[in-house]
């Protein structure tokens, strides 16, 4: 009679707490499948494979064991108990994992837990689309393009199309072939423009919801080198070394944000941008509430900043600024200034104005490649 033999491996404690890190975000804590709320773990040609999903994105990532031997196995463990018994186990250390059909062992120097499991069959497997293109990208040019324009996306229940981040490829005014990222809540607006990569020009444009872009951002961050991007009507792709993101994506049609964004301003102006940060905040304390408006009068070289708040006070300050054209008194959100500033990320930046009822260009004084449009407020 065969004799059944549970499957046996040993994972570096470190390795598995860095791949739970990623895994376990992507799982939604309230699951109404129970098997969600698991990680899928499959030993397949020497890798323990791990997945995480929330229906929505799927999360894959591996390990390599130190027996190349290892039979081919699977399993799904809590991912959250699973995660916190790593995190408390010895930096360091090896831990041994075993399973049988209705639970998993862990064993680590003296320490040793058991787990309920459920089979992996239950887990919901990765759905593969037809991709439209697959092409490789410098990380940190990609994590540049959902980063910075993250911060201006919407989180409308009716306008669902704007939670995320649109993502297609135009051709400029030089006849360049650019890969482009935009956001808008309909208050501000956020677009980053990069050189096309090989290979990107034919994928479809697409919007990728707000989860995926945070976890793209995280999955992306401090990385070298190229990543492969794949990208279908209906999904994403992202493969950073042994870790790969799929999404699904928006469905729905994003609006046409060129025409929000002011092709010519009667004013420019040049300012520094920790300074005006620093002022924006200063005044804006009065306020009591971050959204209050603060009023910006270009005049001369000098950019005043004002808030009145009949309740408390009055606030004021000037900044040095490089001022082209008529004096403008207008007001912005002080919440949505900074949050703008933050983004830009540029020592000095340029700010374009029209009359104070038209939205105001910000982009770094060097470079147009990012650039913020911004609503005003009545003062």
Request: glycine share 6%.
């Amino acid at each position: 009679m065969a004799v059944s033999v549970s499957p046996r491996i040993s994972l570096p404690r470190d390795a598995l707490v860095a791949a739970l890190g990623l895994l376990t975000r992507t799982i939604e804590r309230r699951n109404t499948i129970v098997a969600m709320a698991n990680v899928l773990i499959s030993v397949r040609g020497g890798l323990c494979h791990l997945t995480a999903s929330d229906l929505d994105i799927w999360t894959t990532t591996s390990i390599a064991l130190s027996d190349a031997l290892s039979p081919d196995a699977a399993t799904t463990v809590p991912a959250q108990m699973l995660s916190d018994i790593s995190k408390k186990l010895p930096s360091g250390s090896e831990l041994d994992l075993s399973w049988g059909d209705k639970e998993a062992q862990i064993a680590c120097g003296r320490a040793r837990y058991r787990l309920n499991t459920l089979p992996a069959i239950d887990y919901p497997s990765l759905p593969e689309p037809e991709w439209g293109a697959t092409f490789a990208v410098d990380a940190k040019a990609l994590r540049n393009l959902f980063d910075k324009a993250s911060f201006a996306m919407s989180n409308e229940e009716v306008r669902y199309y704007l939670n995320g981040v649109f993502l297609h490829t135009i051709v400029d005014e030089n006849e360049a072939s650019c890969l482009v990222s935009v956001a808008t809540d309909g208050h501000r607006l956020s677009k980053v423009t990069m050189p096309a990569p090989d290979g990107s020009a034919k994928m479809p444009p697409v919007i990728v919801p707000r989860k995926a872009v945070g976890e793209i951002v995280r999955l992306l961050d401090g990385r070298d080198g190229d990543v492969e991007v794949s990208v279908s009507d209906t999904k994403l792709s992202v493969t950073a070394g042994p870790t790969r993101l799929l999404t699904k994506l928006i469905e729905g049609t994003f609006p046409d944000y060129a025409r929000v964004i002011p092709k010519n301003g009667s004013r420019r102006a040049i300012l520094d941008a920790a300074a005006l940060a620093a002022a924006a905040d200063r005044v804006s304390t009065v306020s009591g509430e971050r959204g209050k408006a603060v009023k910006l009068t270009f005049e001369g070289t000098t950019l005043r900043l004002e808030v009145k708040n009949p309740d408390a006070g009055d606030a004021e300050e000037e900044v040095q600024a490089e001022i082209e054209g008529e004096p403008l008194e207008i007001g912005f959100n002080a919440r949505y200034l900074a949050e703008a500033l933050r983004a830009v990320a540029a020592d000095t930046i340029s700010l374009r104005l029209g009359d104070p009822n038209d939205p105001a260009v910000m982009t770094s004084a060097a470079s147009a490649d990012h650039l913020v449009v911004i609503m005003p407020m009545r003062v």
